[in-house]
């Protein structure tokens, strides 16, 4: 089994195309075909349902897709390493990233990389926090910056970085906005105005209510913080965002009070890296320029 023909399956399967995937890997259809096809002798397994439109993953395929991001983000890992023996650091750096997570300024963290080690090509890629921790574990991003309450997931290490109160954010109108501090009780029967599922702050927000026992209405659901800010000055719902999200310009004129939920997650901001492999030498000096008087991250 060639690494070549590997990328050419991960082309196909991402891409869900043959002629997309030939140009995306810069080769000829049939090449690429005949790739797929000797891999799919050397597995004795078919691993795609072709059509005239798009192609589909196989069982076998799907089961094939987390390996090969592995095996090629580990080869990736050991060119990097025997360029780093030579004093180089090179290769690339998959990043993923939650929206304004507050405690940790990515732009000048990744710049301020950029500037020290030119040699290394930097991919960004924001999303929740749960699709980030996912696309770490199949091996598809180096490092990512997350929110996530309770333990890590399977196949992912977290490193802490800070964690932040929950409060409430409502419009001045609103019933609660006389108080400096609500609990889940006083926010019982309440429109919501939160993220969608994969978001940390709303697994924290969902987690604090099952805690409690109370129910809960998500009346709009949002992707990114500055919607969420809008709506909440509409007075369509209130919101319970991390407290960097209140220090925010768009939040000015909101009221904002904190969440008094003894028993409720805190919103923990952590660095998500693979688990059962040390992380590459440019993973690895980012995240020492990430976490300054930290312990070695590889540990």
Request: aromatic residues 4%.
């Amino acid at each position: 089994m060639e690494l070549r023909h590997l990328e050419y399956f991960v082309a196909v399967a991402e891409e869900r195309h043959f002629t997309r995937a030939a140009e995306r890997m810069r080769v000829a259809q049939s090449g690429l075909s005949a790739a797929i096809r000797t891999l799919e002798r050397d597995l004795d397994a078919e691993l795609f349902v072709r059509s005239t439109r798009r192609v589909e993953l196989t069982d076998a395929g799907r089961a094939l897709l987390v390996e090969a991001h592995r095996t090629l983000a580990s080869a990736m890992a050991a060119r990097d390493a025997v360029a780093a023996v030579r004093g180089l650091l090179r290769g690339s750096l998959a990043v993923g990233s939650e929206q304004c997570l507050g405690v940790i300024d990515l732009p000048p963290l990744l710049a301020s990389f950029r500037r020290a080690h030119p040699g290394v090509e930097i991919r960004l890629r924001y999303a929740g926090s749960g699709q980030v921790t996912e696309l770490i574990r199949q091996g598809r991003l180096n490092v990512g910056f997350v929110a996530l309450p309770g333990p890590p997931p399977d196949g992912v290490r977290l490193l802490p970085v800070a964690a932040q109160d929950m409060v409430l954010l409502c419009h001045p109108a609103h019933r609660l906005a006389e108080r400096d501090t609500v609990d889940v009780e006083a926010l019982r029967g309440e429109d919501f105005v939160d993220f969608s599922t994969d978001w940390g702050a709303r697994r924290v927000n969902d987690l604090t209510f099952a805690r409690a026992d109370a129910e809960r209405r998500v009346s709009v659901e949002v992707n990114d913080v500055h919607t969420l800010l809008d709506f909440v000055h509409q007075g369509l719902g209130v919101a319970l965002v991390p407290a960097p999200v209140t220090r925010k310009a768009q939040a000015k004129g909101l009221h904002s009070a904190t969440l008094a939920a003894p028993d409720g997650p805190t919103w923990q901001v952590s660095i998500a890296v693979a688990a059962g492999a040390p992380p590459g030498p440019a993973t690895e000096e980012l995240l020492r320029m990430a976490l300054p008087g930290a312990a070695d991250p590889a540990d």
